[in-house]
């Protein structure tokens, strides 16, 4: 079946630095991919959609210059947290859509913890 | 808009016995169902899904779930979990139109104990 890494899995990082999460799907090719954010013992919530080639379109209330995507080929879509603060500690989870109905592909996500 | 509601936030159950874990969702639009499954500090893993045709749609790991239109909900079932089988589950709903992203319910914890 249709495999999505995410790079890297676990990331400690200090307060006011930036954080860049890499999502890939291996095996196919997705022109979109999703970014959600989860929060402990909490339900995903979307951020933002990635467009191969165009610019994402983020959530309301999703900072886009703060959480910078970037979808520069079918197969890699970036997440960057700017200036990161303990607040945005989490887990990132990428997902890609291939080109048949409603087909969604998770990565294994990323914990995320700012100090 | 799209909403799903998962009822119950705890399910404890014995090894062996059945469990029933609730879905509804609201939608103006017609909807696709799915079940995922997350293991503590891992992505989410599909169980099941529904698109079109059978309302029954049977998963992996010995699950199926039922689409009623109706009542708007899709619940899913296993007649006999195991120990294995606790883990976080999710309810999601999606459509075929727009950014076509998936909407997820707060999650139902299935406890499995000995």
């Known amino acids: 079946g249709a495999v999505v890494s995410q790079h890297p899995s676990r990331v400690i990082c200090k307060s006011g630095t930036s954080v860049k999460i890499e999502c890939r799907s291996l095996?196919?090719?997705?022109?979109?991919m999703f970014w959600y954010r989860q929060f402990p013992k909490q339900s995903l919530m979307l951020m933002a959609t990635?467009?191969?080639?165009?610019?994402?379109?983020?959530e309301q209330g999703v900072e886009k210059d703060k959480f910078l995507i970037n979808h520069a080929s079918l197969t890699l879509s970036t997440l960057t947290v700017t200036s990161a603060h303990p607040e945005d500690s989490s887990f990132y989870i990428c997902?890609?859509?291939?080109?048949?109905?409603?087909?969604?592909?998770f990565g294994p996500g990323t914990r995320l913890t700012v100090t | 808009a799209q909403s799903v509601t998962q009822l119950d936030s705890q399910v404890p159950v014995f090894e062996e016995a059945p469990v029933e874990l609730r879905c509804n969702y609201s939608?103006?639009?017609?909807?696709?169902l799915f079940w995922y499954v997350q293991y503590p500090n891992q992505g989410l893993q599909l169980l099941l899904k529904?698109?079109?045709?059978?309302?029954l749609v049977k998963g992996i790991n010995g699950f199926e779930a039922e689409f009623n239109k109706s009542q708007t909900s899709f619940h899913l079932r296993k007649p006999s979990v195991h120990i294995s089988d606790t883990a976080e589950y999710f309810c999601?709903?999606?459509?075929?139109?727009?950014?076509?992203?998936?909407?997820f319910g707060s999650g139902t914890r299935l406890q499995v104990q000995p």
């Open positions: 095996d196919f090719q997705a022109t979109t």
């Open positions: 997902s890609a859509r291939v080109l048949v109905p409603f087909e969604q592909y």
């Open positions: 999601a709903v999606g459509r075929d139109t727009g950014r076509r992203a998936l909407t």
């Open positions: 939608s103006s639009v017609s909807v696709y």
């Open positions: 990635s467009n191969e080639g165009s610019k994402a379109t983020y």
């Open positions: 529904y698109l079109s045709g059978s309302t």
